[in-house]
């Protein structure tokens, strides 16, 4: 990573930790025969982490679950393939300020609405992806762990990095099994 690259991050994580001490949300614990609403966010910019997400969302929808996905192109626009699928929204580097800041009524809807469960499906960290997560009203949220400095989900799965996004689906499954709503 660059310097300046670096130092727009370093500010934009001390601004979302500044604004995060303002922010209350309820916290509870779901599972997937519980919970009602799902939100999905991930780096779309992989097809097949993109096609296996896709997958996911259908298994959600099949337990009954109304799902939102929301994707991140690292493309400076939303590819026309993004747009025809209807079940997803995206965003793209269009959509960012100066410290790496998601900005636009896609992102906004999607942080207002609160999530019985938020999926953060990310393999590796995007500041844009954290910002959305860590701003969520999501209830329960739930992500690989981060190499920031501060950890934004409520579940956190450790993995070794050469796992793709089909792995941490299969985890999800697993553990989520085992969850007993508090």
Do not use: C
Not at 2 to 21: A, S, V
Not at 84 to 90: E, L
Not at 155 to 171: M, R, S
């Amino acid at each position: 990573m660059n310097f300046i690259k670096k130092i727009r991050i370093e500010i934009g994580d001390f601004i979302l930790r500044m604004q995060l001490k303002k922010l209350k949300r309820k916290k509870s614990t779901f599972n997937l025969e519980t919970a009602k609403t799902a939100g999905v966010i991930l780096n779309a910019s992989n097809q097949t982490s993109y096609e296996e997400t896709r997958e996911f969302v259908e298994f959600l929808r099949k337990k009954n679950i109304k799902v939102y996905a929301l994707g991140f192109v690292e493309n400076h626009e939303v590819l026309e393939f993004f747009n025809s699928h209807k079940d997803f929204r995206f965003f793209s580097r269009k959509n960012i300020n100066w410290y790496y800041k998601p900005r636009s009524k896609i992102i906004e809807k999607f942080i207002s609405l609160e999530f019985d469960i938020l999926f953060d499906l990310s393999l590796k960290d995007y500041f844009p992806i954290k910002y959305i997560v860590a701003h969520s009203k999501s209830k329960f949220k739930i992500g690989k762990i981060s190499e920031y400095k501060f950890e934004y989900h409520d579940f956190i799965l450790k993995f070794e990095k050469d796992k793709d996004v089909k792995y941490f689906i299969k985890q999800i499954k697993f553990y989520f099994k085992l969850i007993k709503p508090i």
